[in-house]
Nanobody
Framework: VQLQASGGGSVQAGGSLRLSCAAS????????MAWYRQAPGKQRELVAH???????NYADSAKDRFTISRDNADNTVYLQMNSLKPEDTAVYYC???????????????WGQGTLVTVSS
């Protein structure tokens, strides 16, 4: 399974970006999907999570500004980020929790990370 993330870049405060992450491979079924981020000198933290049933959860810092969504047909997760702030600057990683057909075990996979830089 490979995850390909895209959509990062540089933007001024107040701007918007949309991140995408597509999972490719075969014979798997995705459970949950999520976005994490890691700022310089800080630990990786959860930004947003979407369950297999479409239930979403957000970090307090992301509520009312970010929206996570998924396209099950394309095995893709999105993160729409609005009203960006300098403190949102970080490398953003997608995470996919899945199981392979015929297996009961869930596994986590991570994207390569995409850099988001927000200037004031």
């Amino acid at each position: 399974v490979q995850l390909q993330a895209s959509g990062g870049g540089s933007v001024q405060a107040g701007g918007s970006l949309r991140l995408s992450c597509a999972a490719s491979g075969s014979a798997f079924s995705i459970n949950s999907m999520a976005w994490y981020r890691q700022a310089p000198g800080k630990q990786r933290e959860l930004v947003a999570h979407i369950s297999g049933g479409g239930i979403t959860n957000y970090a307090d810092s992301a509520k009312d500004r970010f929206t996570i969504s998924r396209d099950n047909a394309d095995n893709t997760v999105y993160l729409q980020m609005n009203s960006l702030k300098p403190e949102d600057t970080a490398v953003y990683y997608c995470n996919v929790n899945l199981y392979f057909v015929g297996s009961y075990y869930l596994k986590d996979y991570w994207g390569q990370g995409t850099l988001v830089t927000v200037s004031s």
